[in-house]
């Protein structure tokens, strides 16, 4: 949240799940957590619920209030930002559309709405993104 507003280019919360499901997706793919929070098939995709709740007051709105710094590692913040940036400037639908895709993890588990707000594993996250 802090890059995006401070390089001018603050997003929804909407944009941040799926960000936060990619850095994940990354990361997992060499075989590291990104963060320990679970990640779950809502409606519009991928939601980490503990970092959704804390925004959701801003709703579809850019969200303009800077979150903690975390001390990363150079690499690993080079990894997020590259990502936050690369994604960022795309229609949240088409993340929406990206993170849905056929037999994707979230498809897997989402089940035209069987497994709403159930979790995600982070073996299928890796597996099939």
């Not at 080079?78 to 895709?101: C, F, G, Y």
Request: aromatic residues 12%; contains cysteine; charged residues 25%.
């Amino acid at each position: 949240m802090s890059k995006c507003i401070a390089d001018g280019h603050p997003i929804s919360n909407l944009q941040l799940q799926k960000i936060l499901y990619y850095i994940q997706k990354d990361f997992l793919g060499r075989d590291r957590l990104a963060f320990s929070d679970d990640i779950e098939a809502w409606q519009f995709g991928p939601v980490v619920p503990n970092v959704y709740y804390h925004y959701c007051g801003y709703g579809a709105m850019p969200i303009s209030s800077n979150y903690e710094k975390f001390d990363l590692e150079f690499e690993d913040k080079k990894v997020i930002n590259n990502i936050v940036e690369s994604k960022r400037v795309l229609d949240p639908w088409t993340m929406v559309a990206e993170t849905h895709k056929t037999n994707g993890a979230w498809d897997q588990i989402y089940r035209n709405g069987l497994g709403n707000h159930k979790v995600i594993p982070i073996d299928l996250i890796k597996a099939v993104g």
